[in-house]
């Protein structure tokens, strides 16, 4: 795992009291994953602009959050102003913990 602080955190005001607020400054590689699929090599070097790629995934279904490699939740795509975002709908609970 790499992650890089972006700044120094300091302990002053509520996260102060928190045992792990050293670490809220801390960044982490995230990804969106909208599908998967397979294409054959051949497909794979005929790829040119405006090609489709089929995925397994259904329109409207989820999209992936990952972080780090782990799905940390689930969401939809939406627009915020001129920007595109996910709205998290789904937060799994990881395998042996409980709520």
Do not use: K, W
């Not at 969106?32 to 051949?42: C, F, H, K, M």
């Not at 790829?47 to 329109?59: E, I, N, T, W």
């Amino acid at each position: 795992m790499s992650s890089s602080q972006t700044s120094s955190s300091s302990s002053s005001g509520e996260d102060g009291d928190h045992p792990f607020a050293e670490f809220n400054d801390i960044t982490c590689p995230m990804s969106v994953i909208l599908g998967d699929g397979s294409i054959t090599v051949r497909a794979c070097l005929a790829l040119q602009r405006h090609s489709v790629v089929p995925l397994q995934q259904s329109a409207g279904e989820d999209l992936y959050v990952m972080v780090n490699d782990v799905i940390v939740a689930r969401g939809e795509v939406v627009l915020v102003e001129d920007s595109t975002a996910i709205r998290i709908t789904d937060i799994p609970t990881p395998p042996g913990a409980e709520r």
